[in-house]
């Protein structure tokens, strides 16, 4: 942590306050260190940057056996609830969090999931934390940006990537909007496999759902980098393919 260095990404456009709106926020973490629950900092806030009150505020905490601990604040300087997992230090971790915006001052909600599936929106019963009493913060007209909070040796050491915010007039457009999947493919796969065959290589692969696929090519490579394509199949709508090959010495798929 760098004490005083705050980097914040602006949104594109700033979000009202004036109305109900919810925000979904979602991002990797690996965290190698961290402050005891009385002393930790916030990492992870959403903001106005016309003002120092800071929302949705995420916390890395060590407990008392030193594992990693997760929390969340609407807006103290502190963590109003803490996980008890004893989570990993070192190990990655998807993090998503629900803010929901509700005009008045203690009406907010917060919600957090750890390694959820995306398939679907959390629901808010299964979250590993949440909050909506308690005071909101007075973060005035408009919220714009996303930021990481570091003050001190009490900030956490960690590792952040893939950070994805979105917002809505309501929590189910926020998640569409946040498309937390990634782009969908045109093939749902069940399985994949290879096996050694007395010929080469058999590669085996299963399929439920095809939309508007019209082949697969197979690629294969010596340094998995640069990839040549060795063979195409016509999508036939079936459940199973496969395709036999005779590699050339020490190249993989």
Known sequence: ???????HKLFASSVATSTSTSFYISFVVQVSNAATSASAEYSVVLRNTGNIAYLSRFFLIKNGINNLEFGISKGSATATTVTSGNFQFNHTYLIVIRYDVVPGGSNDAMYLWI??????????????LSVNTGTDASYGAAIDALMIHQRSGNSPVANYDAFRVANGPTHFDAWVYLAAQGNSLPVTLQSFSGRETEEGVKLMWSVLEEVNVSRYEIERSSDGISFIKVGVLPA????AYFFDDDPQHEINF
């Open 1 to 7: 942590a760098v004490n005083g260095f705050d980097p």
């Open 236 to 239: 036939s709508h079936k459940h």
């Open 115 to 128: 390694n959820p599936g995306l398939t679907t929106e959390p629901d808010p019963a299964a979250a590993s």
